[in-house]
């Protein structure tokens, strides 16, 4: 049992590049969460999803996209990369009956 | 307009005295409130909860308490230990389907 992991660790990417971040978890939960953590900032919420096939938009949503095809993925994705999105992104998920948020190890994104 | 407040970026206590981190809010409508620890490197991982139709909670060295009328919850760490320092985040929910709005978090240092 991983619990939530991320996929990768660490990135730099270069201004206009795109890329896309995977968190995986397995512990068959329905809500997953993207995060981004600034200093001084705390944690924004991006996007979420509530359960497979469905997204909605967060706190800082501009410049992502979201996907949940399966129950245990959700992918967020930059489609061209800006310094702005520099920031360590944390992916959680939720059961229904559980009210904790269960949150994996982060990735550190660097846009040059 | 941030909804949930932690006005103190940072605090420094003894090794065996108490901990006190503060957290405000401004929607009456939260009906559950969580803290979680942050170790520099690592996912948030939850700590304790309560309720809102509680006014304390607690768990072994930590308990958080909550007052209603002035929109404030407290989390008591007795007594401190070295490895109690981290980051701590307060954030609260409106309901169960709704996502956890953060604060900025509070740093906590405990000196031996």
């Known amino acids: 049992n991983a619990g939530v992991t991320q996929t990768p660790k660490f990135r730099v990417l270069k201004t206009g590049q795109s890329m896309t971040l995977l968190c995986a978890q397995d512990?068959?939960?329905?809500?997953m969460y993207w995060y981004r953590q600034d200093p001084g900032m705390g944690l924004r919420l991006i996007h979420y999803s509530v359960g497979e096939g469905t997204t909605a938009k967060g706190e800082v949503p501009d410049g992502y996209n979201v996907s949940r095809l399966k129950k245990q993925n959700f992918l967020l994705g930059l489609e061209s990369a800006a310094p702005s999105q520099t920031s360590v992104y944390f992916c959680a998920s939720r059961g229904q009956v559980n009210h904790e948020q269960y949150f994996g190890p982060g990735t550190r994104l660097t846009v040059t | 307009d941030q909804q949930v407040k932690q006005n103190s970026p940072s605090l420094s206590v003894q090794e065996g005295r108490i901990s006190i981190l503060n957290c405000d809010y401004t929607n009456s409508m939260f009906d559950y409130f969580l803290w979680y620890k942050k170790y520099p490197a690592e996912g948030p991982t939850f700590l304790i909860s309560i309720s809102s139709i509680k006014d304390k909670n607690e768990d072994g060295r930590f308990t958080v308490f909550l007052n209603k009328s002035a929109k404030h919850l407290s989390l008591h760490i007795v007594p401190s230990q070295p490895g109690d320092s981290a980051v701590y985040f307060c954030?609260?929910?409106?309901?169960?389907?709704?996502?956890?709005?953060f604060g900025k978090g509070t740093r906590l240092s405990v000196i031996a």
């Open positions: 512990m068959n939960h329905e809500y």
């Open positions: 954030a609260a929910r409106l309901s169960r389907n709704t996502p956890l709005v």
